[in-house]
């Protein structure tokens, strides 16, 4: 899992809603928070990035996933 000052070195362009919680998530994807970390700790899904004691996904790397899926599938 990394952490927000691994983060502050590199771009800083980012989507205006750069961040997704697990919440967020669970709706997108209409799946429990156990999918979730399982899909993560089959390294299939982006680790979360930790602000302290919350945890937040990054949406490039979620979206970056979802297409990946998207384009295996077909």
Do not use: C, H
Request: aromatic content about 12%; cysteine-free.
């Amino acid at each position: 899992m990394r952490n927000y000052s691994d983060l502050q070195s590199g771009n800083n362009t980012a989507p205006a809603s750069p961040w997704l919680t697990m919440g967020e998530l669970t709706q997108r994807f209409k799946v429990t928070r156990a999918s979730v970390y399982r899909w993560i700790a089959n390294e299939s899904f982006p680790a979360p990035v930790k602000f302290g004691r919350a945890a937040r996904f990054e949406v490039a790397a979620v979206t970056a996933w979802e297409a990946k899926k998207i384009g295996g599938a077909q």
